[in-house]
C-alpha cells in the first residue's frame, strides 16, 4: 500500500508517523521546511514565531504524541505573564506555569515540524497536484515531473486549497468549499533595546490587533528582544490586499496605542500576510473519507484553528484508516 499526503504541518506530520506502520508514506510539502502554519521566520539578528504562538493540551493522545517532544527539549513550557487588554488597560492577568503548560516549540516553533519529520519520507520544496492514471493516483509536481503512482491520497492543505487539489470527485467536496478559513497579519519588531512591558503576552480586545507576544521570553531564544504581534482576523480581511507599506503602518500605529511606547524605531520591521490563518469550532467532524475515490482529507479546518486540533484531525483519520487496512 503506497499511500502520498500532501503537507507536512502538524495534521500531515502526525497523519504520516500514524500510517507508517501500515504503509509505504510520502509526504509532499511546497515549503523549504516541515510543520506548515507552527513556523519561525529567520533574520540575521533576530527570529520570530510568525504563526502559531503557543499550545495547550487537552487530549490525553496528543500529550502521550507530545512525549517525546518535552523529553527531548524541543517542547517546553512557556511560563509568560499573560495579560488581557481592553481600551488600552490592563484587565486582567495571570502567570503562567507549569499546572497549566502553555508549550512552545525550542528554540523556535518550527523545531517541532523539524523533529517530526526527522524519520519520515518527507519531500520539501515540493508543490503537488494529483492526477488519475489507470486507478492509481500520480503526484505532479509544479515541474510537471511525476513523482510516481499511489493507491491513496490524503490532503492535509487549508480547506480551500485542498478543494482545489482533489477536485470535485472526493466526496467531501462541499465540505471543504464550505470550511471558511480566516486571514491575519503578523507583525515582526526587532529592537536594539528592550521595552520595558509589564508582560510576556497579551490578549488584546477593542482593537486592530488582537495579539502581543515577547517573542523573545519563550525558552531558548535569542537574546534581543523581539515583539510578534496579530492583527484581528476582520482587520486583515479588511485590509488584505493593502499595500505592505500602509499595514505595516497602521499595525505599528495600533501597536503604539496598545502598549504605548516608542516601537516605530524598531530595527527590524517586517509582515506576514496569511490568508489560510484560522478557522472558528466546526459541527460536522470528521473523518473525511472518500474509500471509492481512495481519498481523504484532514487538517485544522476538520475542527478548530489550534495546534491540537491539527493533531487529532490527522490522528482519527490514521486510526480510521488503519480499521480499513486491516
Ligand atoms: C498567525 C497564526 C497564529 C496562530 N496561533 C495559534 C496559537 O497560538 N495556538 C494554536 O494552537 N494554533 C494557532 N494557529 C493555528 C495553527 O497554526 C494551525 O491550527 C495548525 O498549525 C494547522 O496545522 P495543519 O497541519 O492543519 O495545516 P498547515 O500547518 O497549514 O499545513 C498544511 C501544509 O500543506 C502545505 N501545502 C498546501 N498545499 C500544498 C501543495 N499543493 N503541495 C504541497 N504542500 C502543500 C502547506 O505549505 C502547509 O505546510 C495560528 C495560525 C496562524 C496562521
Same mark, same amino acid.
Given at each position: 500500500?503506497?499511500?502520498?499526503?500532501?503537507?507536512?504541518?502538524?495534521?500531515?506530520?502526525? =497523519?504520516?508517523?500514524?500510517?507508517?506502520? +501500515? #504503509?509505504?508514506?510520502?509526504?509532499?510539502?511546497?515549503?523549504? &521546511?516541515?510543520?506548515?502554519? +507552527?513556523? =519561525?521566520?529567520?533574520?540575521?539578528?533576530?527570529?520570530?514565531? /510568525?504563526? #502559531?504562538?503557543?499550545?495547550?493540551?487537552?487530549?490525553? *493522545?496528543?500529550?502521550?504524541?507530545?512525549?517525546?517532544?518535552?523529553?527531548?527539549?524541543?517542547?517546553?513550557?512557556?511560563?509568560?505573564?499573560?495579560?488581557?487588554?481592553?481600551?488600552?488597560?490592563?484587565?486582567?492577568?495571570?502567570?503562567?506555569?507549569?499546572?497549566?503548560? /502553555?508549550? +512552545?516549540?525550542?528554540?523556535?516553533?518550527?523545531?517541532?515540524?523539524?523533529?517530526?519529520? *526527522?524519520?519520515?519520507?518527507?519531500?520539501?520544496? =515540493?508543490?503537488?497536484?494529483? %492526477?488519475?492514471?489507470?486507478? *492509481?493516483?500520480?503526484?505532479?509536481?509544479?515541474?510537471?515531473?511525476?513523482?510516481?503512482?499511489?493507491?491513496?491520497?490524503?490532503? =492535509?492543505?487549508?480547506?480551500?486549497?485542498? !478543494?482545489?487539489?482533489?477536485?470535485?470527485?472526493?466526496?467531501?467536496?462541499?465540505?471543504?468549499?464550505?470550511?471558511?478559513?480566516?486571514?491575519?497579519?503578523?507583525?515582526?519588531?526587532?529592537?536594539?533595546?528592550?521595552?520595558?512591558? !509589564?508582560?510576556?503576552?497579551?490578549?488584546?480586545?477593542? #482593537?486592530?490587533?488582537?495579539? $502581543?507576544?515577547?517573542?523573545?521570553?519563550?525558552?531558548?531564544?535569542?537574546?534581543?528582544?523581539?515583539?510578534?504581534? /496579530?492583527?484581528? @482576523?476582520?482587520?486583515?480581511?479588511? @485590509?488584505?490586499?493593502?499595500?505592505?507599506?500602509?499595514?505595516?503602518?497602521?499595525?505599528?500605529?495600533?501597536?503604539?496605542?496598545?502598549? &504605548?511606547?516608542? $516601537?516605530?524605531?524598531?530595527?527590524?520591521?517586517? +509582515? /506576514? %500576510?496569511?490568508?489560510?490563518?484560522?478557522?472558528?469550532? *466546526?459541527?460536522?467532524?470528521?473523518?473525511?473519507?472518500?474509500?471509492?475515490?481512495?481519498? #481523504?482529507?484532514?487538517?485544522?479546518?476538520?475542527?478548530?484553528?489550534? $495546534?491540537?486540533? !491539527?493533531?487529532?484531525?490527522?490522528?482519527?483519520? !490514521?486510526?480510521?484508516?488503519?480499521?480499513?487496512?486491516?
Amino acid at each position: 500500500m503506497k499511500i502520498a499526503i500532501i503537507g507536512a504541518g502538524i495534521a500531515g506530520l502526525t =497523519t504520516a508517523k500514524m500510517l507508517r506502520e +501500515v #504503509a509505504e508514506v510520502t509526504v509532499y510539502e511546497k515549503s523549504r &521546511g516541515a510543520g506548515g502554519r +507552527v513556523c =519561525t521566520r529567520y533574520t540575521d539578528l533576530f527570529d520570530f514565531d /510568525h504563526g #502559531a504562538q503557543f499550545f495547550t493540551v487537552k487530549a490525553p *493522545q496528543f500529550k502521550e504524541f507530545l512525549n517525546p517532544l518535552i523529553q527531548s527539549d524541543i517542547v517546553k513550557s512557556w511560563n509568560a505573564k499573560f495579560v488581557e487588554i481592553k481600551k488600552n488597560k490592563i484587565i486582567n492577568q495571570r502567570q503562567w506555569n507549569d499546572d497549566f503548560p /502553555h508549550y +512552545v516549540g525550542a528554540p523556535s516553533m518550527s523545531e517541532i515540524g523539524r523533529f517530526l519529520a *526527522q524519520d519520515l519520507d518527507v519531500k520539501l520544496n =515540493t508543490e503537488v497536484q494529483i %492526477r488519475k492514471k489507470e486507478d *492509481q493516483w500520480h503526484i505532479i509536481d509544479t515541474d510537471d515531473v511525476n513523482h510516481g503512482s499511489f493507491d491513496w491520497v490524503i490532503s =492535509t492543505a487549508p480547506s480551500l486549497q485542498s !478543494a482545489a487539489l482533489l477536485s470535485d470527485e472526493f466526496k467531501f467536496h462541499n465540505i471543504l468549499i464550505e470550511r471558511n478559513m480566516i486571514e491575519c497579519f503578523s507583525l515582526m519588531l526587532g529592537f536594539e533595546n528592550k521595552l520595558d512591558l !509589564a508582560w510576556e503576552a497579551a490578549l488584546i480586545s477593542d #482593537a486592530d490587533i488582537s495579539w $502581543i507576544s515577547v517573542n523573545s521570553s519563550k525558552p531558548d531564544r535569542k537574546k534581543d528582544f523581539t515583539l510578534l504581534i /496579530h492583527s484581528t @482576523n476582520l482587520w486583515a480581511k479588511n @485590509n488584505f490586499n493593502t499595500k505592505k507599506d500602509t499595514v505595516i503602518e497602521q499595525l505599528l500605529d495600533a501597536t503604539s496605542g496598545v502598549t &504605548g511606547k516608542a $516601537i516605530y524605531n524598531a530595527k527590524h520591521i517586517d +509582515v /506576514h %500576510r496569511w490568508k489560510f490563518a484560522n478557522i472558528k469550532k *466546526q459541527i460536522i467532524k470528521p473523518p473525511f473519507i472518500d474509500q471509492s475515490n481512495r481519498i #481523504a482529507a484532514c487538517g485544522d479546518w476538520c475542527i478548530k484553528g489550534r $495546534i491540537e486540533s !491539527a493533531f487529532l484531525s490527522g490522528f482519527d483519520l !490514521a486510526n480510521e484508516m488503519r480499521n480499513l487496512f486491516k
